[in-house]
């Protein structure tokens, strides 16, 4: 196995390229088996979980080429209905591809994704939505045994937390119930924004995009796609923490400013510059200036998201004073702390809570650290940034589900990262 090497303290420099959202990715891929015919998606980034979700459709039986960041996915023979687990315990989101199967073959075998490092992860708003919807939902041997006779209907489905694959599992299955859908509590991540813009595009009608209540008029049939994945706005985020983590000054280019409300705010709070443009955010430490601890707690979108939770947290290691993190989505999503205090980071955790005892700017030092998911280990990438000598990081292969080109990227500011086998 690999490990990531980090020699930190070098304040970075320069633009980083923000790549194609993978969670944007990830449902678009799945919407392609909707309907028959040559789907285009451009900005796809090349990524462990993108490359798990071409497999499973090609088992499915959808011919895929990738040219470059456009992938073509054509679904037009579907050889199976069913996504086993082998496939599915790699990748949790291997559910989205329930409600097209659904929806377009009126049954669907789906193995339960099972959990994570992170949390149960469990899917039960999933199932109750398409019960719903005239779907017939039961749990056999581990799997989801999905029947809709006759095709689904249209219903009203309450989520009681807004979940984001939930919400899109829902989405691309009522496209084509007969009928009215009516998702109250929806999820509103840009991702499903993008989700909505490339369904409408095949022929569905859907309304309500960005809010908590999404509208979907059933349709007879849709027609094949050409859509643009939206700029991975939790990349966007953690590379402007790891500039600023490490005393530097730069822009992540080729994202949108828009979709990260929260953290601009908190980075600001924390005593940092931050412009916005049309394209681009940039960020300036002020040659390593003092950090102020600022509390946060994870919400649904638009609120802090719970996808940097553990990169913020890296940063307060290395601020002034105290802060909290409450993490509100998952139950076990401080994985990384253990880890940030091999090098020296003062954290306390009870529960969903963590108290930060910041540091000041040269607090960490470099250590063996090993990696246990996808978030996590950004957030020991960050801290190994900042640290004085050298970080190794173990278990890579859960950073490489979800960040394209880091070493290149990271580099390209200037940072010493390398690879070597373990
Ligand atoms: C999506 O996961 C993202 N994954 C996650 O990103 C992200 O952390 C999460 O949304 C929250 O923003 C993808 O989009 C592929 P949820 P998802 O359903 O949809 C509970 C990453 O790092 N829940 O919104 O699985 C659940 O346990 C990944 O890129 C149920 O109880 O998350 C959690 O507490 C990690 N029953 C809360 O809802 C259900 O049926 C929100 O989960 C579904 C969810």
């Not at 400013?257 to 510059?273: M, Y």
């Not at 940039?282 to 509390?295: E, F, H, K, N, P």
């Not at 940034?385 to 970080?391: F, K, N, P, V, W």
Request: include cysteine; aromatic fraction near 4%; hydrophobic fraction near 40%.
């Amino acid at each position: 196995m690999e490990k990531l090497v980090i020699e930190g303290g070098i304040p970075l420099h320069g633009d980083i390229r923000i790549s194609g959202a993978k969670n944007a990715a990830l449902p678009l891929m799945a919407a392609t088996l909707l309907c028959p015919g040559e789907h285009t998606l451009r900005n796809v980034p090349n990524l462990r979980d993108t490359r798990t979700m071409i497999r499973l459709l090609e088992y499915l039986g959808v011919k895929a080429r990738r040219e470059g960041d456009v992938l073509y996915l054509n679904s037009t023979c579907l050889e199976h209905d069913d996504a086993p687990y082998e496939m599915v315990k790699t990748m949790r989101a291997s559910v989205l591809v329930l409600g097209p199967l659904l929806a377009r073959c009126y049954k669907a075998r789906v193995s339960l994704p099972g959990g994570c490092a992170i949390g149960e992860r469990p899917v039960n708003f999933h199932t109750a939505g398409l019960q719903k919807i005239g779907a017939r939902c039961d749990i056999e041997d581990g799997y989801i045994q999905a029947e809709a006779e006759g095709g689904l209907k249209g219903g009203t489905v309450y989520f009681d937390i807004p979940t984001v694959t939930g919400t899109e599992n829902l989405l691309m299955a009522a496209t084509l119930a007969a009928g009215k859908t009516i998702l109250k509590n929806a999820a509103r991540e840009p991702e499903i924004g993008n989700l909505v813009d490339m369904l409408n595009s095949m022929g569905a009608k859907i309304s309500g995009r960005d809010s908590d209540t999404l509208t979907i008029e059933g349709v007879h049939a849709l027609k094949p796609a050409d859509n643009t994945i939206i700029p991975d706005r939790i990349e966007a985020g953690t590379y402007l923490i790891a500039i600023a983590a490490s005393g530097g000054a730069g822009r992540v280019t080729n994202c949108c400013s828009a979709h990260l409300p929260s953290l601009v705010e908190k980075l600001r709070q924390a005593g940092l510059d931050v412009e916005e443009g049309d394209s681009f955010i940039s960020i300036d430490s002020r040659q390593g200036s003092a950090l102020t601890c600022v509390d946060i707690q994870t919400r649904p979108y638009p609120g802090y998201p719970t996808d940097l939770q553990a990169q913020f947290m890296a940063l307060m290691t290395l601020a002034e004073g105290s802060c909290t993190i409450h993490e509100t989505i998952f139950e076990n999503r401080f994985m990384h702390v253990a880890e940030l205090r091999r090098m020296g980071a003062k954290i306390k955790t009870d529960g969903r809570l963590a108290l930060i005892s910041g540091l000041g700017r040269n607090g960490l030092r470099g250590a063996p650290v090993m990696a246990t998911d996808l978030r996590a280990s950004s957030s020991l990438v960050i801290a190994a940034l900042a640290a004085e000598g050298r970080t190794d990081i173990s278990r890579i292969y859960h950073l490489e589900r979800g960040y394209e080109n880091l070493v290149e990227k990271l580099s390209g500011l200037g940072a010493k990262v390398w690879k070597e086998q373990e």
